[in-house]
């Protein structure tokens, strides 16, 4: 579990929203012909149903909510893994906790969008934050997000754990596979002292 710990301490969203100067992190203007991120998402199953408002590393301690465009729910699981087609997008609506209730807007999306094919893509996804009050998007072209999504290929501890370590196309939460393997209880996570739904132990983030 050491690398979402040591990710989490590099990097958080407010600071990489407080310019677009960052290295690895290219912006624009959410035009019509330009956006990546579609407005008229809210219309999309989502792809969890689990109330994600438990404190992550990398996302912070937020409510979050996640939609999955119908491409994406085509998804193909077989031995080798879980793969997303070319034109899947998620979108991960975070709201600050006790700010904002679920019928308002969000203040932030983060997105993937599946594009193997464009320069900007990391691990095949275009990895995407959107102020949604200014319509900019963000497209980290480091591997910020991309590094700690690796996780999901492993067994970790969101979802039904992916025991087997199964190839998950960097997705936390694959529709269908988003049970709980185990029932939350404090020491679910061997090695981490914390349970999959228990605050962090307040080691920074
Ligand atoms: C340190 C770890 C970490 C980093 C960094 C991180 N994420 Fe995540 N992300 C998660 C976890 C864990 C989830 C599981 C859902 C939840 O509990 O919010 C998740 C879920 C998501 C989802 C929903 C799809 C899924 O995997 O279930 C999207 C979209 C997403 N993140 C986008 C991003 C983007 C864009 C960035 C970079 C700007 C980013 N994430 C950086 C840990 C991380």
Redesign the pocket.
């Known amino acids: 579990m050491s690398r979402?710990h040591t990710?989490?301490g590099l990097?958080c969203?407010s600071i990489?929203l407080l310019g677009c100067s960052l290295a690895g992190v290219s912006c624009a203007r959410g035009g019509a012909s330009r956006a990546l991120v579609p407005d008229d998402y809210s219309a999309w199953r989502r792809?969890?149903e689990q109330e994600?408002s438990?404190t992550?590393?990398?996302?912070e301690a937020s409510a979050?909510t996640?939609f999955m465009n119908p491409a994406g729910f085509l998804f193909q699981t077989d031995a080798s893994g879980t793969e997303f087609p070319q034109g899947t997008v998620?979108?991960?609506e975070i709201r600050p906790l006790g700010q904002v209730t679920a019928a308002m807007p969000a203040p932030m999306l983060?997105?993937?969008v599946k594009a193997p094919e464009d320069e900007r893509a990391r691990g095949g996804w275009l990895?995407?934050?959107k102020d949604t009050a200014t319509a900019s998007e963000?497209v980290?072209t480091s591997d910020?997000?991309y590094?700690?999504?690796a996780?999901?290929n492993e067994a970790?501890p969101?979802?039904d754990l992916n025991p087997m370590g199964s190839f998950r196309d960097?997705?936390?939460?694959?529709p269908g596979m988003d049970t709980p393997a185990l029932p939350p209880q404090a020491d679910s996570v061997p090695g981490q002292g914390s349970g999959i739904y228990a605050e962090p132990s307040g080691d920074g983030y």
């Open positions: 979402f990710a989490s990097v969203f990489a792809s969890t994600l438990y992550i590393p990398g996302h979050r996640i998620i979108i991960k983060t997105v993937m990895w995407i934050v963000m980290f910020f997000c590094r700690c999504h996780n999901a970790h969101y979802a960097f997705v936390f939460f694959v």
